[in-house]
Structure formats: structure tokens, C-alpha cells
Nanobody, 121 residues
Framework: QVQLVESGGGLVQAGGSLSLSCVAS????????MGWYRQAPGKQRELVAT???????NYADSVKDRFTISRNDAKNTMYLQMNSLKPTDTAVYSC???????????????WGQGTQVTVSS
């Protein structure tokens, strides 16, 4: 069974930094797009950043120049470095990945369970 597990969330003061990790484990042949999403209380889930297998990245305007997404395909791991955090960044952050389990299977989209990030003012 393939699963995604996030780690690294926590409580930080405004202006501080946090680093999140997302590890994909199980039977994995390849991973296409990986991404971070977040959901604040009472709001819809929104895209934070994505990283394609080809190396293209995409960021929400609200996090550009503050957050950096990266991935290590040898470790099936994705990271999110968050700097200059604001109270408005408070949310549950979840990772998402399009995973292919074998050479003869298609891609399936999986989600992690989420990790809480709280930024105090």
C-alpha cells in the first residue's frame, strides 16, 4: 500500500520559518506531480505549490518569494521551506502526489493526512 506522510508542522511566531516534509512509501514505480495544499479553518483547500517530475514549479501568489518547494526523487520525498511566515499562513498543510505503482499501471492521486502549521502574531 502506498501512502504519503507529512511531518514538520508546528507553532511558530510571525516572521519565523518552518520546513515540511512529505515521504511517499510503499510500492512506487514513479511519481509525477507532487504538491502542497493547505486548508485554513472555514476556508476551502488551496494550492500552495507544485513540483513536476520535469522540474517545473508553481506557487500561489500569496507564498511566492517566501516558500520554496523541492523534491528528492531518490528518496520519494518532497519538502516545503516556509520563511517569513504570517498568521494568514495558519492552516493544515497536506501533500499530494500522482503515483504510478508499476510499469503497467496508471497514475493515482494520493493525499497525506496533513500537518498543522500555526503562526502566532
Amino acid at each position: 500500500q502506498v501512502q504519503l506522510v507529512e511531518s514538520g508542522g508546528g507553532l511558530v511566531q510571525a516572521g519565523g520559518s518552518l520546513s515540511l516534509s512529505c515521504v511517499a512509501s510503499g510500492s512506487i514505480f514513479s511519481i509525477n506531480v507532487m504538491g502542497w495544499y493547505r486548508q485554513a479553518p472555514g476556508k476551502q483547500r488551496e494550492l500552495v505549490a507544485t513540483f513536476t517530475r520535469g522540474g517545473d514549479t508553481n506557487y500561489a501568489d500569496s507564498v511566492k518569494d517566501r516558500f520554496t518547494i523541492s523534491r528528492n526523487d531518490a528518496k520519494n520525498t518532497m519538502y516545503l521551506q516556509m520563511n517569513s511566515l504570517k498568521p494568514t499562513d495558519t492552516a493544515v498543510y497536506s501533500c499530494n502526489a500522482d503515483i504510478r505503482r508499476s510499469a503497467w499501471s496508471g497514475f493515482s492521486t494520493l493525499w497525506g493526512q496533513g500537518t498543522q502549521v500555526t503562526v502566532s502574531s
